[in-house]
């Protein structure tokens, strides 16, 4: 038997996460899929420039990383290939897919949409913000409540640039799936 996928995390999906108070969940996850991986640079951005700015979330989530003991990691310049390096991409997004890559087996965090077309065309499972609750509502931690809840704060947040269009969409997919799922 296969050991389960690590999870390598941009920032996108920590901010939203830290700002819903919902960074449990990836503990949660961690528990079902393996070890969640966070480069320094995606460190950097979320936490050190976000702590600089006074973002609370910033704050929530230095709080969470030291409770959970996860540690940001160096990713060695070799490690990014030419190809990623040439990518437009920001150093959060190349790092966090060099991490992922050099793991072998392991999903991307992401929400930024040119990293997530990057991180798939590298043959990489990438899951978004919603995906993490999604598969959070699939695995019975939180209930279709809660990720109704969720996904109205996500739509209605100014400072969370997710498409209200596609919260909706994939809210409506993922309530339709736990319909049938309960049968």
Known sequence: ?????????????????????????????????????IARSVYEEAVVEGLRYGHEDAKTLRRYLGQVGWQPEDVPEPAISDELR?????????????????LGDAWVLMDENAGRRIARAQGLTVRGSLGVLIEAYRHNLIDANALRLCFAEIAHRQDIWISPDLVERLLHQALGQGKRRRR
């Open 1 to 37: 038997m296969s050991s389960p996928p690590q999870m390598v995390s941009n920032a996108g999906p920590l901010m939203v996460l830290a700002k819903l108070h919902l960074l449990h969940l990836l503990h949660l996850l961690d528990l079902l899929y393996g070890r969640v991986r």
């Open 86 to 102: 040439e990518a437009p991409l920001d150093r959060g997004e190349r790092e966090t897919i060099a991490l992922a890559l050099s």
